[in-house]
């Protein structure tokens, strides 16, 4: 079943066109960068599809047109990890986690035995169990982009858009968050990432799009997006290319001569 | 956690403190009765004049006390919740002031003398013109910046008009009476003041009491709520309308109590782990406590001054709520 299916979608902020006619789709088991340079629409199109903007064109959550749905059916599809970490109050880690519950709750009902097992789990993938009784207003910028991160894994749902969900973080936890996102697309899920960081897209994405002023220039693998002339037209860098340990590397050197 | 150890103890505590409060609440006044008595007389079916005193001066006193405090406790911890702003508090949305205005221009038009509930009626009717317009400008899609700066300025609008009305009046015992009538108070209240206002206050605790779980959501902003299933505009409406009725109603009977909204959150935001559904309940019988408080202090301190409950909450309120400014300072160094 396709996770989601995005045709001819166009938004527009304040009567400025943003993203003109995208489509797209993302199958279970993929995870996908989403690349371009400042301002190509990359989290318009990430909160678009969730419904926080109006947009025109038709976005399809799970097989079902997400306008047909409520935000509860929504939230059962897909997660979202915002860019900005906002954690308004003082509350402990672990109560932010337990967050990603909330859609599968009814009422007041309180956390069951297998809402807590998930968190916990979410908890240990993000290696966060440390500071679960901590306050997550106190946490230093990257533990505080980890631990919502876990709340965003509680949810438990078979897509999960995040919004560079690196920034901020220390070389080990980036890693180890690609690997963890690697690992949700193996169980069949599909994370759609935006991402700055072109070596971690090359390395770790099973397919990249790239977005240039509210188009798709490039949909693929990474080898196909991430080539000379496109980073040198699109992102107006030269990087060096090159593998170790049978995966790719990408790391821009220079900006690329005017043409 | 120990928050989650603490909060039914927390609850239990403010419980028995409100119930106190209450019965405190119902032995003070100037008739001097004994405790026993009074409970007695409030209790049996007789038609003597302690009887009298306990049932249509002390009883509706102590209920709209705890009325109105539960109010302006519970809205204040709402607004705050979903503004996601500690400084947020019921008179933000301009509907105490509007509501205000309604009342003063019920006085100043001579309408509030012509029968007992006309000055409370035009209250309300000035709360709900106020909840109107910020609806109407906040929009469908809504946003909690918008509902700010709507409500700042109708309570710009309606200060103004107050205003224009204490210019205009044409006498001076009209404009004292707006003045005290503006300052806030319980006394002289009678029950039918209190069947007024209860069943707009229901309404409105209905509404501003569904929220808790939408509003720990929106700890982590509007967005990433709205992504786990919260439906930001339904929230909105409920906050909005349900301060409008609770709120609105609070200041046709009372006039507008300041500081009890902003302060008891406050207050109580540390004591419950900061969570915001937590904070509901034990808001709401916090800020009862504060009201009832405040309330039989006024008729201990100057029992025949007529110290007005406004003026007292405003003069306690604001240099705690100073210190609370520096304690959060002292966090920040």
Known sequence: MTLLSVENLSVELGHRPVLHGLDFAVGPGEFIGLIGPNGAGKSTLLRSVLNLLPAQGQVRLCGTDSAAMNARQRAACVAYLAQEREIAWAVPAEMVVALGRFPHRPGFAALTERDRAIVDAAMRRMDVEAFRHRIATELSGGEKARVLAARALAQDTPLLLADEPTAGLDPAHQIALMRLFGSLAADSRSVVASLHDLGLAARWCSRLILLDKGRIVADGPPSGVLTPANLRTIYCVEAFFGEANGAPIVHPLDLAAPE | ?333
């Not at chain 2, 405090?69 to 933000?92: D, M």
């Not at chain 2, 409105?204 to 569904?210: H, I, V």
């Open chain 2, 1 to 333: 956690m120990s928050a989650d150890r603490h909060y039914p103890l927390l609850i239990a505590l403010l419980a028995i403190l409100t119930l106190a409060l209450f019965l405190l609440s119902l032995t003070t006044g100037p008739a001097g009765i004994a405790f026993a008595d009074s409970i007695k007389a409030l209790l049996s079916d007789k038609a003597d004049g302690v009887a009298l005193i306990m049932r249509e001066i002390r009883l509706p006193r102590a209920m709209l006390g705890l009325m109105i405090g539960a109010t302006l406790g519970l809205s204040g911890a709402v607004l705050q919740g979903y503004l996601r702003n500690p400084l947020a508090e019921p008179g933000l949305l301009g509907i105490s002031a509007s509501a205000s205005l309604g009342a003063v221009l019920a006085i100043y038009t001579g309408l509030s003398a012509s029968f007992l509930l006309a000055l409370p009626l035009a209250a309300l009717a000035g709360a709900v013109a106020a909840v109107l317009v910020v609806q109407a400008i906040a929009g469908a899609r809504g946003g909690a910046l918008l509902v700010i700066l709507a409500g700042i300025a109708i309570s710009s609008f309606a200060g103004a008009m107050t205003s224009l009305a204490l210019n205009l009046s044409p006498n001076p015992f009209a404009a004292v009476e707006i003045m005290f009538w503006m300052l806030g108070s319980l006394t002289d209240r009678s029950m039918v003041h209190v069947w007024l206002a209860a069943p707009f206050m229901l309404i409105g605790w209905a509404m501003l009491g569904s929220l808790g779980r939408a509003l720990d959501a929106l700890t982590l902003g509007s967005e990433t709520a709205a992504s786990m299933g919260i439906e930001l505009r339904k929230v909105q409406f409920l906050a909005v309308f349900g301060t409008a009725a609770s709120v609105g109603a609070a200041t046709a009977v009372a006039g507008a109590i300041g500081f009890v909204g902003l302060v008891v959150p406050h207050i109580l935001r540390p004591l419950v782990g900061a969570r915001p559904s937590r904070l509901l309940p034990a808001s709401a019988l916090g800020g009862a406590c504060m009201v009832m408080a405040a309330d039989i202090l006024v008729r201990i301190i100057a029992p025949e001054r007529d110290l007005k409950l406004g003026v007292l909450t405003a003069i306690v309120g604001a240099p705690f709520f100073l210190w609370l400014v520096f304690r959060t300072r002292r966090s920040l160094l």
